[in-house]
Structures are given as structure tokens and as C-alpha cells.
């Protein structure tokens, strides 16, 4: 799958993205860590992804990475990819 074909509210079976920007991570209101990424797809295209809780702090700028079962969900306007409850990131 590619940026381009994701859209609100949209289960993603599998992107592969390379991480250009990773920044700090935080908890969140509901005690949660997050962390926010920047990522590209193969045809260059960008998506702005997340990590949560042990997902946080293993992954650096330019990894390579695949989301499985993950989704897409916008906000303030801008779409974000992350695994689902029960998906995975993991380097490639």
C-alpha cells in the first residue's frame, strides 16, 4: 500500500515507510507514551505516523520500516498511520 491510497478511518493492511523525522517522546492525557514520526513511502509521498507505549524510542531517522495491520485516521486535518491494538512495526 502507498501514502496515496490511504484515507480516514481506513484499516491498513501493510505500508512500508522510511522514518525522516522522529521526535521526542511524551505521555499523553490517558498516560500513554507517544511518539510522532515523519515517514515516505516508496514513491516518495509523506505520512505522519505514531508510536505508542513500547512502540516509543525504537526506532531512529532513517529506518526502514512495515506497518501490519495498521490504520489511518486524520487529524487536524493531516492523516497519521499507526499499528492497530494488534499490529505490528518492525524494521525491514
Request: glycine share 10%; aromatic share 6%; charged share 30%.
Given at each position: 500500500?502507498?501514502?496515496?491510497?490511504?484515507?480516514?478511518?481506513?484499516?491498513?493492511?501493510?505500508?512500508?515507510?522510511?522514518?525522516?523525522?522522529?521526535?521526542?517522546?511524551?505521555?499523553?492525557?490517558?498516560?500513554?507514551?507517544?511518539?510522532?514520526?515523519?515517514?515516505?513511502?516508496?514513491?516518495?509521498?509523506?505520512?505522519?505516523?505514531?508510536?505508542?507505549n513500547d512502540e516509543c524510542?525504537?526506532f531512529h531517522q532513517g529506518?526502514?520500516?512495515?506497518?501490519?495491520?495498521?490504520?489511518?485516521?486524520?487529524?487536524?486535518?493531516?492523516?497519521?498511520?499507526?499499528?492497530?491494538?494488534?499490529?505490528?512495526?518492525?524494521?525491514?
Amino acid at each position: 500500500m502507498l501514502v496515496k491510497d490511504l484515507k480516514d478511518n481506513m484499516p491498513v493492511d501493510e505500508i512500508r515507510l522510511e522514518i525522516t523525522k522522529i521526535r521526542e517522546s511524551r505521555i499523553v492525557g490517558t498516560g500513554h507514551k507517544m511518539q510522532n514520526f515523519l515517514g515516505i513511502d516508496e514513491s516518495g509521498e509523506e505520512v505522519d505516523g505514531i508510536l505508542w507505549n513500547d512502540e516509543c524510542d525504537k526506532f531512529h531517522q532513517g529506518d526502514n520500516v512495515v506497518i501490519n495491520s495498521g490504520f489511518a485516521k486524520a487529524f487536524n486535518g493531516k492523516l497519521q498511520v499507526s499499528p492497530s491494538k494488534y499490529g505490528t512495526i518492525k524494521l525491514i
